[in-house]
């Protein structure tokens, strides 16, 4: 039983996560790419209200149930994709905590109704390389978990 709630904890955590990121990447990156900079400000501003702290809770809760999952369950093969599985989910959180968050900080620290001078280093192209690589870590430890969970785990 405690399995069962791990595992849906697990696969409902970084399913979400991947979806969001997905969807971001998808949608937001390139709207937010496209934008003259006074309006990408005005528009990061408003799009990362809820993200903090749901994301964060979000990304850690998963990997505190893929690593209890590591730990209980057996075969081996399962314990092995759920510390891997962690071990991605922890790296997007890496990614993030270390690479998009401070960005964001930097984008939302501009006074209100200023537009960046010229020697404002844009950070969007580096914001959407860190977005990319951990939408695909998000991804991975989803689909891993999957895997794991219809053709592994018993």
Known sequence: MA?????FVALLGSGTTAGVLFAVALSMVPALRAMPVDRYVQAHRLLGRNWDP???IVVLTTVAALLALAVVV???PSRVAFGLGA???AAVAGVSHLGNVPLNRSVKSLPAETVPGPDWVDPRPVWGRLHLLRTSLALAAFLLGLVT???VQP
Do not use: S
Not at 3 to 7: A, F, I
């Open 87 to 89: 071990v991605l989910m």
């Open 149 to 151: 969970v219809l053709f």
């Open 3 to 7: 399995t069962d709630v791990l595992t």
């Open 54 to 56: 749901t994301m964060p």
């Open 74 to 76: 057996d075969p081996v």
